[in-house]
């Protein structure tokens, strides 16, 4: 039977053989102030550092709506900065009807976010929806909620970063044996 990661990866080729076409990435949390932004910025900088900003776009959004319009949290926006990473001009969002026809990657952080996203989803693109980390070797299913806490927020950018890395490395090889 097909793994998981060889799903995607047939998915990440038959995306990269459409000339032009930018993959889609949304990475999404509960509240879009600390996980998913989190996991943006730090997607968008490795996608720059690797040149690939033309054929990669990032988004951010949550399940929930308490904090729509708002920059994400301090505490985020700090830790990610002593790493170089901005999310400072992030505005959170949730999660619409259309995200799952116009993202082609939509990343949980945990195992709540995507049960709340897998009945939303039509069925159709239900094999958009992932943990974040799927596509990591770790047994590992979910990146922790920060936020009600103080110092969850340097773990959630450890976690971010490799996963983000290894998401990224599967599609860099994929562009690379196009
Ligand atoms: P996030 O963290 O899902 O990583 O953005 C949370 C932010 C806010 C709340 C919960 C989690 N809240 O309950 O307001």
């Known amino acids: 039977m097909a793994s998981n990661q060889d799903n995607a990866k047939v998915h990440a080729v038959g995306l990269i053989k459409e000339p032009g076409r930018v993959i889609k990435v949304l ?10 932004p989190t996991a943006q910025g730090v997607i968008e900088k490795l996608v720059f550092d690797r040149g690939l900003e033309k054929a990669v776009s990032v ?24 790493r170089g990473f901005d999310l400072s001009s992030q505005v959170s969002r949730q ?24 009945p939303r989803c039509p069925p159709e693109y239900r094999q958009k929806l ?16 920060p936020y009600y806490g103080d110092d969850g927020f340097e773990l ?6 490799q996963a983000c890395h290894q998401f990224l490395a599967h599609i860099a090889y994929e562009f690379s044996s196009k």
């Open 95 to 118: 999660v619409s009807d259309q995200d799952f026809d116009q993202f082609d990657y939509i990343f949980a952080m945990d195992v709540e976010n995507l049960t709340v996203l897998q």
């Open 27 to 36: 990475m999404v949390c509960l509240g879009n102030i600390c996980r998913s």
């Open 130 to 145: 992932k943990l974040l980390f799927s596509f990591t070797e770790q047994k590992r299913l979910s990146i922790p909620d």
């Open 156 to 161: 959630v950018l450890d976690l971010a970063e």
């Open 59 to 82: 988004d951010s959004a949550g399940t929930a709506d308490y904090h729509v319009g708002k920059n994400p949290d301090p505490r985020s926006i700090a830790a990610a900065s002593q």
